[in-house]
C-alpha cells in the first residue's frame, strides 16, 4: 500500500498532552488507537511511523520525544508516552467508573454509549476484564443508567428481546430521535394568543390589513357609543314628552268638566223660564183681562 512511494507519511491527529486540551486535540486514548493500527500495517516501516508520530504531536507531549532521543525507536518513543499519558486505572478502578456512570443532561444515547464502551475496552485491553462478558455488562448498564424515563419506557420491550448491545443501542437511538423530533414540533407550535402576532411580524401585508381592520373596529367601537348617547338623550327627550302630554291630558280634562257644568245650568234655566213663559201664555188665553 505504501512500498511504492517511500516518501508518504500517513497522517495522525493531534495529540498535545495539554490540560485543558488544545483545539483539534483527540484524547491519548484515541491518538494511541491510530498508532497502534499504523504499527500493525506492514507496509508501514518504522522511519515511517516514527515521522508520522512527530508530526500528529504538539505541546507537552512533542518535548517529549526531546528526552528520547533523535534516534528513538516507535517502541521506546511509545512506552515513553505511555508512561506519561496512558491508562492507570486499575480493574477495580475501571468497573467502579463503569458501574457509577449515567448518561448526562446534554449528552445523547450515542455519545452516552460511546463512553461507557470505552472504559470496558480499556479493561479488556489491560487484561482485566475477558472481552466475552463485554455484550452483557453494556446492555445492562446502558439501558438501565438512560437519564430519560420516557425513553425507557418506550424502549422496555426491545431491552426484553434483543441480546445485542449494538442492536439494541441502534434501536434506542430510533425512538430517542422520534421524541426529540415530537418535542421539538410541540415547541415550534406558537400558542393561541401569540399566533396572530407571529404572522404578523411575518408578513407584511397581513400586517397592514391587521391595521385597517383595528381601525374599524376602533370607529365601529366611536359610532356605538354615539349612538348609545343618542339613545338615551332621546329617551330622555321621550320621558319629557310623555310627562307633558300627561299634564296636558289632566288639565284639559278638567276644562271639560267645568263647561259640562255649565251647559247644564244655562239649559235648565232655559227650560225653566221657557216652561213659565208657556204657562202663563196659555193661562193669559185662557183668562183674556
Same mark, same amino acid.
Given at each position: 500500500m505504501y512500498?511504492? =512511494? /517511500?516518501?508518504?507519511i500517513?497522517? $495522525?491527529p493531534q495529540f498535545s498532552g495539554e490540560e485543558p486540551p488544545l483545539k483539534g486535540d483527540v484524547s491519548y486514548a484515541e491518538w494511541r488507537y491510530e498508532i497502534r493500527c499504523l504499527n500493525r500495517d506492514s507496509d508501514i516501516t518504522?522511519?515511517?511511523? $516514527?515521522?508520522?508520530?512527530? *508530526?500528529s504531536l504538539r505541546g507537552i507531549a512533542r518535548r517529549t520525544l526531546l528526552t528520547v532521543g533523535d534516534k528513538a525507536s516507535p517502541v521506546e518513543i511509545l512506552g515513553k508516552l505511555d508512561s506519561l499519558f496512558g491508562d492507570i486505572s486499575t480493574h477495580g478502578m475501571l468497573m467502579q467508573e463503569f458501574f457509577n456512570s449515567s448518561q448526562k443532561s446534554n449528552e445523547s444515547a450515542t455519545a452516552f454509549g460511546c463512553r461507557l464502551e470505552a472504559l470496558l475496552q480499556t479493561a479488556i485491553e489491560s487484561g482485566s476484564l475477558h472481552k466475552s462478558a463485554k455484550n452483557d455488562l453494556m446492555r445492562h448498564k446502558f439501558w438501565t443508567s438512560l437519564r430519560s424515563d420516557k425513553l425507557k419506557s418506550q424502549t422496555r420491550h426491545k431491552y426484553?428481546?434483543?441480546?445485542?448491545? =449494538? +442492536? !439494541?443501542?441502534? +434501536?434506542?437511538?430510533? $425512538?430517542?430521535? +422520534? !421524541?426529540?423530533?415530537?418535542?421539538?414540533?410541540?415547541?415550534? &407550535?406558537?400558542?393561541?394568543g401569540h399566533q396572530h402576532a407571529i404572522?404578523?411580524?411575518?408578513?407584511? &401585508?397581513?400586517?397592514?390589513?391587521?391595521e385597517m381592520e383595528d381601525k374599524f373596529v376602533k370607529?365601529? +367601537? /366611536?359610532?356605538? &357609543?354615539?349612538?348609545? &348617547?343618542?339613545?338615551?338623550?332621546?329617551?330622555?327627550?321621550?320621558?319629557?314628552? %310623555?310627562?307633558?302630554?300627561?299634564?296636558?291630558?289632566?288639565?284639559a280634562g278638567q276644562r271639560s268638566g267645568q263647561n259640562? %257644568?255649565?251647559? *247644564?245650568?244655562?239649559? =235648565?234655566?232655559?227650560? %225653566? *223660564?221657557?216652561?213659565?213663559n208657556n204657562k202663563g201664555k196659555a193661562k193669559n188665553e185662557d183668562h183674556p183681562n
Open positions: 512500498g511504492g =512511494n /517511500s516518501q508518504y500517513p497522517k $495522525v518504522s522511519s515511517t511511523l $516514527v515521522q508520522a508520530i512527530r *508530526r426484553d428481546t434483543i441480546t445485542s448491545f =449494538n +442492536e !439494541l443501542l441502534r +434501536e434506542i437511538r430510533i $425512538v430517542e430521535k +422520534e !421524541l426529540n423530533i415530537s418535542s421539538t414540533a410541540g415547541a415550534s &407550535q406558537p400558542k393561541k404572522s404578523v411580524e411575518s408578513d407584511p &401585508q397581513i400586517a397592514s390589513v391587521t370607529k365601529l +367601537e /366611536s359610532l356605538e &357609543q354615539k349612538n348609545s &348617547q343618542l339613545e338615551s338623550k332621546l329617551d330622555k327627550i321621550l320621558n319629557k314628552l %310623555g310627562s307633558q302630554s300627561t299634564s296636558d291630558k289632566a288639565d259640562k %257644568g255649565r251647559g *247644564r245650568g244655562g239649559y =235648565n234655566k232655559s227650560r %225653566g *223660564r221657557g216652561k213659565w
